[in-house]
């Protein structure tokens, strides 16, 4: 007896191991790497004893099959874990949640009523057009009496009377129904709308249980669809105070999933997950290409290169303050950053919601003061105002990344610049804007300005006055710049007339002068040379 009933029990084990355990599982957490996303999820299921089949639902879109993890209990064994976006089942059931359930078995019934009430609708017209057809024969008929007469009339004037009100009384019944019909869909869209955004993705475990009952499982795995990149806020109240940065991303994500309430880690590693252990190689050291943050539009003309990857733009994108989730002064306390030799990473403790919708959101990491030095730059010659110019020292500290920065100047919102810390230099220069408050003129001086012709050449000589005036209540610290050109050919000769005392470097033709301007201060230098070439030439650039 016993046997038999071992042998019906693991007859009935198989035959119930052929349905499958439908479950879904819900966003735990998820780290955003610059392309991709490690993803951690939760779900439950009740399996039988022996083998079966788990059908977990609601994961990403695109699962990279080699990097999924499984964590069960040890009753639990996993045989194999396969994704697929076309699973199909009879045993597939509605999990639909309560709430939908009910709007959607009310609709069901409404809709039957309506039918119906429909039908009834169409008897009572029908019965009337019979009546009606039934009298006009009636009165065509001869040979009947008055009493007759009178009775057939009363009969139709009775019946026609009640199957008319019978109608009236469908026709209110519809449009009544038909209104429910209308509010139940409506508040079964808006149902739908609320409920969290599911994917086709599906995991297909086969696994063998020792003992029947509730599993815990955990799913961890890569996907695309999710990046990330970094986004500053640079708020400047004075010159003499240090940049309050604020450090935040901009999390991407299209995995086909909702992210609620999960926990974000940021990284800027790329992701490299298998399954084989690494060996170490010998590590050889060589010079390679600088790749850094390039953008047409988003280089600053300057003579010597020294500020470059700098962009200003005025106009459109100033931030909201009601986009961060945390108080500035506090978010600060719910940001670790973990500092690894080739990459960067932020574990955050608030729970965030990223929707899959493809939208930048945004996320607040941290708070940052960063002393600077301020410092004016300016190329009248090119640019008729000022910029000024944070300069940061051992910037490498604060684990910077490349990305666009706002810029709040003295409360106003300026524009964008681009933080690029891949430089060569030990200080990281930092476009803050233009500065109106100091004016700049540039003008050419005619009586000491012309053109003669000495023999076979002629000769030009140019000068310029540049006017620099302080129109703020504070000292600053002036970088200016200007430029006389420099010949390439043995016919052009070219002499520097008067620099005003600037720096010249003959190899570029650059001139630079570096002096403080006082509150209301005004200076004036001088920049004059002289070109001489033959005069059947033309020089077009000149």
């Not at 959607?104 to 019934?109: G, M, Q, V």
């Not at 684990?399 to 690029?420: H, P, Q, R, S």
């Not at 891949?422 to 109106?436: A, E, F, H, I, V």
Request: charged residues 25%.
């Amino acid at each position: 007896m016993k046997k038999i009933l071992f042998v019906c029990l693991l007859f009935s084990g198989i035959i119930y191991a052929q349905k499958p355990v439908f479950t879904s599982a819900k966003v735990k957490a998820a780290t955003v790497y610059f392309n991709a996303a490690e993803i951690t999820q939760s779900a439950s299921a009740r399996i039988p004893l022996g083998t079966s089949e788990i059908v977990i639902k609601n994961v990403a879109d695109y699962v990279n099959e080699s990097t999924v993890c499984i964590g069960a209990p040890e009753s639990l064994t996993v045989l194999s874990v396969q994704f697929t976006r076309d699973y199909i089942s009879e045993y597939e059931h509605d999990d639909s949640s309560p709430a939908l359930k009910k709007v959607r078995d009310s609709i069901t019934i409404i809709e039957k009523d309506i039918q119906q009430t429909s039908i009834s609708k169409y008897t009572e017209q029908k019965t009337l057009e019979i009546l009606d057809k039934n009298q006009q024969v009636a009165g065509q008929q001869s040979g009947l009496n008055v009493a007759e007469l009178t009775k057939l009339v009363e009969y139709y004037r009775t019946k026609r009377k009640e199957i008319a009100l019978s109608e009236s009384a469908l026709n209110t019944k519809l449009q009544m129904l038909n209104q429910k019909l209308s509010d139940l869909k409506s508040r079964l869209q808006t149902n739908i709308n609320k409920e969290e955004k599911t994917s086709q993705g599906k995991l297909v475990l086969q696994v063998m249980s020792d003992a029947a009952g509730s599993v815990p499982l955990e799913i961890n795995y890569l996907t695309t669809g999710a990046s990330w990149s970094p986004f500053y806020d640079l708020r400047v109240d004075n010159i003499s105070e240090p940049i309050n940065m604020l450090y935040k991303a901009q999390v991407v994500q299209q995995t086909g999933i909702d992210w609620k309430k999960a926990k974000l880690t940021l990284s800027s590693g790329m992701p490299n997950q298998n399954n084989q252990a690494p060996l170490l190689q010998a590590w050889f050291l060589r010079f390679g290409v600088l790749y850094r943050y390039d953008n047409s539009d988003v280089r600053m003309n300057t003579f010597n290169g020294q500020v470059q990857g700098l962009k200003i733009a005025t106009g459109e994108g100033a931030p909201g303050a009601s986009s961060e989730l945390q108080d500035r002064a506090n978010i600060s306390n719910y940001t670790t950053i973990s500092e690894n030799q080739l990459n960067v990473s932020f574990d955050i403790d608030v729970p965030y919601d990223i929707l899959s919708n493809g939208k930048k959101h945004s996320v607040t990491l941290k708070e940052i003061k960063l002393p600077a030095t301020y410092k004016h730059y300016a190329v009248p010659k090119l640019e008729k105002e000022a910029f000024l110019l944070a300069e940061l020292s051992d910037y490498s500290k604060y684990n910077l990344l490349t990305g666009e920065a706002n810029i709040i100047f003295e409360g106003m919102y300026i524009g964008k610049t681009v933080i690029d810390p891949n430089q060569t230099t030990d200080t990281l220069r930092l476009s803050m804007g233009r500065d109106k408050k100091i004016s700049i003129k540039r003008e050419k001086v005619a009586d000491k300005s012309g053109s003669k012709f000495l023999s076979s050449y002629k000769e030009q000589t140019f000068t310029y006055d540049i006017t620099i005036r302080n129109n703020k209540k504070e000292t600053v610290e002036l970088m200016l710049k200007d430029q006389y050109p420099i010949s390439t050919d043995k016919e052009i000769e070219v002499e520097l007339l008067k620099d005003d005392g600037a720096k010249v470097n003959t190899e570029t033709g650059v001139l630079t002068w570096e002096f403080d301007l006082k509150p209301g201060e005004t200076k004036k230098v001088r920049i004059s040379y002289k070109v001489r070439y033959p005069k059947d030439k033309v020089i077009n650039n000149l």
